[in-house]
Antibody, heavy 120, light 109 residues
Protein backbone atom coordinates (compact mmCIF):
# COMPACT_ATOMS: atom_id res chain seq x y z
CA UNK A 1 0.00 0.00 0.00
CA UNK A 2 1.38 3.37 -1.04
CA UNK A 3 1.59 5.80 1.86
CA UNK A 4 3.02 9.27 2.42
CA UNK A 5 3.31 10.05 6.13
CA UNK A 6 4.13 13.59 7.13
CA UNK A 7 5.67 14.92 10.32
CA UNK A 8 3.49 16.44 13.02
CA UNK A 9 2.15 19.93 13.57
CA UNK A 10 4.59 22.68 14.40
CA UNK A 11 4.26 25.97 16.28
CA UNK A 12 7.07 28.40 15.65
CA UNK A 13 7.95 32.03 16.19
CA UNK A 14 8.76 34.44 13.38
CA UNK A 15 12.41 34.22 12.37
CA UNK A 16 12.82 30.60 13.41
CA UNK A 17 13.88 27.84 11.04
CA UNK A 18 11.90 24.70 10.35
CA UNK A 19 12.08 21.48 8.38
CA UNK A 20 9.07 19.22 7.87
CA UNK A 21 9.17 15.77 6.38
CA UNK A 22 7.27 13.34 4.18
CA UNK A 23 8.12 9.64 4.33
CA UNK A 24 7.06 7.36 1.52
CA UNK A 25 6.41 3.66 1.73
CA UNK A 26 4.92 0.87 -0.36
CA UNK A 27 6.63 1.90 -3.60
CA UNK A 28 10.03 2.72 -5.06
CA UNK A 29 10.51 6.14 -3.47
CA UNK A 30 13.48 7.19 -5.58
CA UNK A 31 11.58 6.78 -8.86
CA UNK A 32 8.65 9.13 -8.29
CA UNK A 33 8.63 12.90 -8.05
CA UNK A 34 7.35 14.34 -4.76
CA UNK A 35 5.64 17.72 -4.71
CA UNK A 36 4.84 20.13 -1.91
CA UNK A 37 1.54 22.01 -1.85
CA UNK A 38 0.54 24.87 0.45
CA UNK A 39 -2.95 25.58 1.74
CA UNK A 40 -3.30 28.77 3.71
CA UNK A 41 -6.18 29.02 6.21
CA UNK A 42 -9.48 28.95 4.35
CA UNK A 43 -7.77 29.16 0.97
CA UNK A 44 -7.01 26.97 -2.03
CA UNK A 45 -4.09 24.79 -3.04
CA UNK A 46 -0.77 26.24 -4.25
CA UNK A 47 1.95 24.19 -5.88
CA UNK A 48 5.31 25.06 -4.32
CA UNK A 49 7.79 22.79 -6.00
CA UNK A 50 8.79 19.23 -6.77
CA UNK A 51 11.78 16.94 -6.34
CA UNK A 52 12.95 13.69 -7.90
CA UNK A 53 14.53 11.77 -5.00
CA UNK A 54 16.62 9.61 -7.32
CA UNK A 55 18.89 12.49 -8.29
CA UNK A 56 17.49 15.42 -6.25
CA UNK A 57 16.47 17.30 -9.40
CA UNK A 58 14.27 20.07 -7.99
CA UNK A 59 11.90 22.57 -9.57
CA UNK A 60 10.25 25.49 -7.80
CA UNK A 61 7.18 27.56 -8.49
CA UNK A 62 8.29 31.13 -9.20
CA UNK A 63 6.16 32.18 -6.22
CA UNK A 64 8.23 30.08 -3.83
CA UNK A 65 11.71 30.16 -5.37
CA UNK A 66 14.14 31.44 -2.74
CA UNK A 67 11.52 31.25 0.01
CA UNK A 68 11.81 27.55 0.81
CA UNK A 69 14.15 24.65 0.15
CA UNK A 70 13.01 21.22 -1.00
CA UNK A 71 15.29 18.25 -0.48
CA UNK A 72 15.16 14.48 -0.22
CA UNK A 73 17.09 11.56 1.27
CA UNK A 74 16.36 8.50 -0.82
CA UNK A 75 18.20 6.26 1.67
CA UNK A 76 15.38 6.81 4.16
CA UNK A 77 12.57 7.43 1.64
CA UNK A 78 11.97 10.94 2.92
CA UNK A 79 11.40 14.32 1.34
CA UNK A 80 11.74 17.62 3.17
CA UNK A 81 10.47 21.18 3.03
CA UNK A 82 12.41 23.75 4.98
CA UNK A 83 12.47 27.41 5.87
CA UNK A 84 15.44 29.38 7.17
CA UNK A 85 13.39 32.23 8.63
CA UNK A 86 9.66 31.79 9.09
CA UNK A 87 7.12 34.55 8.74
CA UNK A 88 3.57 34.75 10.00
CA UNK A 89 2.39 34.42 6.39
CA UNK A 90 3.91 30.91 6.30
CA UNK A 91 1.08 29.72 8.55
CA UNK A 92 -0.63 27.01 6.52
CA UNK A 93 -1.15 23.31 6.01
CA UNK A 94 1.55 21.78 3.84
CA UNK A 95 0.91 18.62 1.86
CA UNK A 96 3.32 16.37 0.06
CA UNK A 97 2.03 14.47 -2.94
CA UNK A 98 3.41 11.84 -5.31
CA UNK A 99 3.44 12.64 -8.99
CA UNK A 100 2.27 9.96 -11.39
CA UNK A 101 4.98 7.72 -12.82
CA UNK A 102 4.12 8.24 -16.47
CA UNK A 103 4.58 11.20 -18.80
CA UNK A 104 1.36 12.71 -17.52
CA UNK A 105 1.13 15.14 -14.65
CA UNK A 106 -1.12 14.44 -11.69
CA UNK A 107 -0.77 13.61 -8.01
CA UNK A 108 -2.05 10.16 -7.17
CA UNK A 109 -1.19 9.91 -3.47
CA UNK A 110 -1.11 12.61 -0.82
CA UNK A 111 0.25 12.92 2.68
CA UNK A 112 -2.09 13.77 5.52
CA UNK A 113 -0.75 17.34 5.77
CA UNK A 114 1.40 19.20 8.29
CA UNK A 115 -0.01 22.27 10.01
CA UNK A 116 2.59 24.97 10.52
CA UNK A 117 1.64 27.87 12.78
CA UNK A 118 3.94 30.88 12.97
CA UNK A 119 3.05 33.29 15.74
CA UNK A 120 4.77 35.46 18.27
CA UNK B 1 -3.17 35.10 -10.54
CA UNK B 2 -4.23 31.54 -11.19
CA UNK B 3 -4.00 30.33 -14.77
CA UNK B 4 -7.04 28.19 -14.11
CA UNK B 5 -10.44 29.72 -13.32
CA UNK B 6 -13.15 27.87 -11.44
CA UNK B 7 -16.52 29.16 -10.21
CA UNK B 8 -16.43 29.74 -6.46
CA UNK B 9 -19.53 27.68 -5.74
CA UNK B 10 -22.03 25.32 -7.28
CA UNK B 11 -25.06 23.72 -5.69
CA UNK B 12 -27.53 21.01 -6.54
CA UNK B 13 -30.08 18.62 -5.13
CA UNK B 14 -29.44 14.94 -4.54
CA UNK B 15 -29.78 12.92 -7.72
CA UNK B 16 -29.02 15.80 -10.06
CA UNK B 17 -26.07 15.92 -12.45
CA UNK B 18 -23.65 18.70 -11.62
CA UNK B 19 -20.90 20.01 -13.88
CA UNK B 20 -17.92 21.93 -12.55
CA UNK B 21 -15.80 23.95 -14.96
CA UNK B 22 -12.12 24.84 -15.13
CA UNK B 23 -11.11 27.43 -17.71
CA UNK B 24 -7.50 27.84 -18.71
CA UNK B 25 -6.89 31.56 -18.94
CA UNK B 26 -3.18 31.74 -19.60
CA UNK B 27 -2.41 32.27 -23.26
CA UNK B 28 0.71 30.20 -23.44
CA UNK B 29 -0.64 26.98 -22.04
CA UNK B 30 1.30 24.00 -23.19
CA UNK B 31 0.12 20.48 -22.71
CA UNK B 32 -3.09 21.42 -20.97
CA UNK B 33 -4.43 17.99 -21.68
CA UNK B 34 -2.78 17.06 -18.37
CA UNK B 35 -5.86 18.18 -16.45
CA UNK B 36 -6.70 16.44 -13.21
CA UNK B 37 -9.38 16.95 -10.57
CA UNK B 38 -9.18 16.63 -6.77
CA UNK B 39 -11.84 16.41 -4.10
CA UNK B 40 -11.14 17.90 -0.69
CA UNK B 41 -13.51 17.45 2.21
CA UNK B 42 -12.97 19.63 5.29
CA UNK B 43 -10.01 18.58 7.38
CA UNK B 44 -8.74 16.03 4.86
CA UNK B 45 -6.07 15.87 2.19
CA UNK B 46 -7.10 16.24 -1.45
CA UNK B 47 -8.07 13.06 -3.28
CA UNK B 48 -7.48 12.39 -6.98
CA UNK B 49 -10.79 11.97 -8.83
CA UNK B 50 -9.92 12.37 -12.54
CA UNK B 51 -6.62 12.52 -14.43
CA UNK B 52 -5.60 13.12 -18.04
CA UNK B 53 -8.90 14.97 -18.54
CA UNK B 54 -11.11 11.87 -18.68
CA UNK B 55 -9.47 8.97 -16.81
CA UNK B 56 -10.78 7.74 -13.49
CA UNK B 57 -8.48 6.08 -10.92
CA UNK B 58 -9.50 2.72 -9.56
CA UNK B 59 -11.77 3.10 -6.57
CA UNK B 60 -13.37 6.36 -7.72
CA UNK B 61 -17.08 6.13 -8.36
CA UNK B 62 -18.29 5.88 -11.97
CA UNK B 63 -20.53 8.84 -11.14
CA UNK B 64 -17.50 11.06 -11.67
CA UNK B 65 -16.44 11.83 -15.23
CA UNK B 66 -14.22 14.35 -16.97
CA UNK B 67 -14.29 16.09 -20.33
CA UNK B 68 -12.80 19.02 -22.16
CA UNK B 69 -13.94 21.45 -24.83
CA UNK B 70 -11.53 24.06 -26.11
CA UNK B 71 -9.79 25.66 -23.15
CA UNK B 72 -12.37 24.51 -20.58
CA UNK B 73 -12.17 21.24 -18.71
CA UNK B 74 -15.20 19.91 -16.85
CA UNK B 75 -15.94 17.51 -14.05
CA UNK B 76 -19.43 16.00 -14.06
CA UNK B 77 -20.95 14.29 -11.07
CA UNK B 78 -23.96 12.18 -11.99
CA UNK B 79 -26.57 11.53 -9.34
CA UNK B 80 -24.93 13.82 -6.81
CA UNK B 81 -25.05 12.64 -3.20
CA UNK B 82 -24.63 14.39 0.14
CA UNK B 83 -21.24 12.69 0.51
CA UNK B 84 -20.01 14.51 -2.61
CA UNK B 85 -20.17 17.85 -0.81
CA UNK B 86 -16.60 19.13 -0.89
CA UNK B 87 -14.27 21.58 -2.60
CA UNK B 88 -13.10 20.46 -6.03
CA UNK B 89 -9.83 21.66 -7.54
CA UNK B 90 -8.55 21.31 -11.08
CA UNK B 91 -4.84 21.10 -11.82
CA UNK B 92 -2.96 21.55 -15.03
CA UNK B 93 0.62 21.61 -16.24
CA UNK B 94 1.23 24.81 -18.19
CA UNK B 95 4.49 26.28 -19.45
CA UNK B 96 6.69 24.42 -17.03
CA UNK B 97 4.56 25.44 -14.08
CA UNK B 98 1.86 23.65 -12.22
CA UNK B 99 -1.34 25.52 -11.51
CA UNK B 100 -4.32 24.71 -9.35
CA UNK B 101 -7.62 26.38 -9.96
CA UNK B 102 -9.08 28.38 -7.10
CA UNK B 103 -11.49 25.59 -6.23
CA UNK B 104 -15.27 25.18 -6.39
CA UNK B 105 -17.34 24.53 -3.30
CA UNK B 106 -20.02 21.98 -4.14
CA UNK B 107 -23.05 22.20 -1.86
CA UNK B 108 -25.64 19.43 -1.93
CA UNK B 109 -28.97 20.99 -0.95
Amino acid sequence: EVQLVQSGAEVKQPGESLRISCKGSGYSFSKYWIAWVRQMPGKGLQWMGIIYPGDSDTRYSPSFEGQVTISADESINTAYLQWSSLEASDTAIYYCARRSWDASYYFDFWGQGTLVTVSS
Amino acid sequence: QSALTQPASVSGSPGQSITLSCTITISDFGSYNYVSWYQQVPGKAPKLMIYDVTKRPSGVSHRFSGSQSGNTASLTISGVRAEDEAVYYCLSYTSRNISFGGGTQLTVL
